[in-house]
């Protein structure tokens, strides 16, 4: 069993900057795949961002301005947002899942989740 905590979120002007950092525990953190997913008032969960062994992916919505990374020392993902904008508004959630697939950008076929962390832009 893997639990995910998120922290980071808060309130931010647009154009500012937060970092997200999700800690993981049980499981072998290096092994999984981790993705970054938000979801709107009145939307449904999108991908955001996901680090595999292979390398790391982001929506087009927040690239050149999103950047995924993860800490193996440390059981952590972050999600550092620059030039963030009000649309960007949403709880942020981590997710996890052992090995690599290509599905990747699909809420559906991750195993864990943590609790989410909102993050409010203001204009």
């Known amino acids: 069993q893997v639990q995910l905590v998120e922290s980071g979120g808060g309130l931010v002007q647009a154009g500012g900057s937060l970092r997200l950092s999700c800690a993981a525990s049980?499981?072998?953190?290096?092994?999984?795949?981790l993705g970054w997913f938000r979801q709107a008032p009145g939307k449904e969960r999108e991908f955001v961002a996901a680090?595999?062994?292979?390398?790391?992916y982001s929506a087009d919505s927040v690239k050149d301005r999103f950047t995924i990374s993860r800490d193996n020392a440390k059981n952590t993902v972050f999600l550092q947002m620059n030039s963030l904008k009000p649309e960007d508004t949403a709880v942020y959630y981590c997710?996890?899942?052992?090995?690599?697939?290509?599905?990747?950008?699909?809420?559906?076929?991750?195993?864990?989740w943590g609790q989410g962390t909102p993050v409010t832009v203001s204009s």
């Open positions: 049980g499981g072998t953190f290096s092994s999984y795949t």
């Open positions: 680090v595999s062994r292979r390398g790391e």
């Open positions: 997710a996890a899942r052992s090995g690599y697939f290509l599905a990747y950008k699909d809420a559906i076929t991750y195993d864990y």
